[in-house]
């Protein structure tokens, strides 16, 4: 969806709501393959691993747009994967060496999904706390 600017703010679940609806999905995935396991990689390999990962999800057939996970000192390039299975969206993760996602539904998000058991002393699978984000540095995330 060209010219559409939505700002999902991990914890907000109206901005959930509205990015759902803006995209008519019944559920989304935020995934990068940008600095695998946080370690920060040149911005040529980030390129090529993020149009890898696209590459993965049009052989899969997902449906997603272009994104960015966006911070007070940081962003990386993301995509929004539409209507994945919760399952399917942190075997993403795992794949792209990802220690979380950002997921969210109609019912539940957005948040954010370990995909690294240990990932800020959470087991895999677990959804991380609000507060427990602020205190590993993550304050208030956005994606545009």
């Not at 914890?11 to 990068?32: E, Q």
């Not at 994967?81 to 993403?92: R, T």
Request: charged fraction near 20%; charge should be negative; aromatic fraction near 8%.
């Amino acid at each position: 969806m060209d010219g559409c600017d939505v700002v999902i703010r991990i914890g907000d679940a109206a901005s959930a709501t509205s990015a759902l609806r803006a995209f008519h999905a019944t559920s989304a995935a935020i995934v990068t393959a940008f600095n695998p396991r946080s370690r920060l990689l040149e911005p040529s390999v980030n390129a090529e691993r993020n149009a890898h990962l696209e590459s993965n999800l049009a052989a899969l057939g997902f449906r997603y747009v272009h994104c960015a996970g966006v911070g007070d000192h940081w962003r990386e390039e993301s995509v929004v994967v539409f209507d994945a299975e919760l399952d399917d969206a942190i075997d993403l993760g795992r794949s792209w060496d990802q220690n979380t996602i950002v997921w969210l539904n109609h019912q539940v998000g957005p948040v954010l999904v370990v995909t690294t058991d240990g990932f800020a002393g959470a087991a895999f699978g677990s959804i991380l706390a609000t507060s427990l984000l602020k205190s590993h540095g993550f304050g208030d995330r956005s994606l545009h």
